[in-house]
């Protein structure tokens, strides 16, 4: 199995970088790997390349729950209303 060459310490300091507006490409470079490896290491760490930081917990649904949706449509927002009768108007 291939090691990384990002250490622990390089990815500690990424989501700083980030902050500073450095993008995944610059990252990937200065660290001698290609976008897409800084992706994956990042993403098998919990690192979000998005916003810097770690990602959010997911929320795992108990043992046996499942979601259901209400049978009746959900209605839209005044604003949706009128967002979609301009795009109806525009056609």
Do not use: H, W
Not at 17 to 46: D, F, H, N, W
Not at 51 to 69: C, D, E, F, I, M
């Amino acid at each position: 199995m291939n090691r990384s060459r990002i250490t622990d310490d390089m990815f500690a300091r990424i989501p700083a970088l980030l902050l500073e507006g450095m993008t995944k490409a610059e990252i990937a470079a200065i660290y001698g790997v290609t976008p897409g490896t800084l992706v994956v290491r990042c993403s098998q760490r919990g690192i979000s390349l998005r916003r810097g930081g770690k990602l959010p917990k997911r929320t795992k649904l108990p043992k046996g729950a499942s979601l259901t949706l209400p049978d009746e449509p959900l209605p839209l927002s005044d604003e949706m209303c009128g967002a979609q009768n301009q795009i109806i108007g525009a056609q």
